[in-house]
T-cell receptor, first 107, second 115 residues
Framework: DAKTTQPTSMDCAEGRAANLPCNHS???????VYWYRQIHSQGPQYIIH???NNETNEMASLIITEDRKSSTLILPHATLRDTAVYYC????????FGTGTRLQVFP | GAVVSQHPSWVICKSGTSVKIECRSL??????MFWYRQFPKQSLMLMAT?????????EQGVEKDKFLINHASLTLSTLTVTSAHPEDSSFYIC???????????FGEGSWLTVV
């Protein structure tokens, strides 16, 4: 079973920051948090992952709370092409997908 | 990022026949590969985990004799759907885990339609 919970859907205006929350209250000390997104009919695209520290790359930022029980994926300037289902996953010995958050970016 | 390639992207087969889907890690070695399937409007469901040179570990409810997985090398894993039936029609996706860097990359997926 997935170890994460995410809101079912979110909207974001184009150009604004999209903040996608994820709860993973049962995460263990050595388990990473991964974020992927899936655009319709394509394979999931890797976005970012982290363990304890906040992470940033060219796509997004990942903010992990100090107790590691939750995290937030931030797309700093959302575009229409960011419309997708975003999955937050805790890596154990495998990647189990939950239901994800359907992000709709509107003009 | 690293690339995982699946082939074929689309396949249509007759009921009762077998279909093989290949998953290749193009620029990294994947000691572990995962196979998923996804039905319309649903999330990805993990089918099995395969480690190079050993037998795959199947998730509960997935028939290992029907979905044959081979991971013969560090860059290639195959999924064979044997005696396919229309209910096996789905989007099949593989992913490869890099041995270093803790990153897992996904293929583009393969659409299987059984008629």
């Amino acid at each position: 079973d997935a170890k994460t919970t995410q809101p079912t859907s979110m909207d974001c205006a184009e150009g604004r920051a999209a903040n996608l929350p994820c709860n993973h209250s049962t995460i263990s000390g050595n388990e990473y948090v991964y974020w992927y997104r899936q655009i319709h009919s394509q394979g999931p695209q890797y976005i970012i992952h982290g363990l304890k520290n906040n992470e940033t790359n060219e796509m997004a930022s990942l903010i992990i709370t100090e107790d590691r029980k939750s995290s937030t994926l931030i797309l700093p300037h959302a575009t229409l092409r960011d419309t997708a289902v975003y999955y937050c996953i805790v890596l154990t010995d495998k990647l189990i997908f939950g239901t994800g958050t359907r992000l709709q970016v509107f003009p | 990022g690293a690339v995982v390639s699946q082939h074929p992207s689309w396949v249509i087969c007759k009921s009762g026949t077998s279909v093989k889907i290949e998953c290749r890690s193009l620029d990294f070695q994947a000691t572990t590969m995962f196979w998923y399937r996804q039905f319309p409007k649903q999330s990805l469901m993990l089918m099995a985990t395969s480690n190079e040179g050993s037998k795959a570990t199947y998730e509960q409810g997935v028939e290992k004799d029907k979905f044959l997985i081979n991971h013969a090398s560090l860059t290639l894993s195959t999924l064979t759907v044997t005696s396919a039936h229309p209910e096996d029609s789905s989007f099949y996706i593989c992913s490869g885990a890099q041995t270093s860097g803790n990153t897992i990359y996904f293929g583009e997926g393969s659409w299987l339609t059984v008629v």
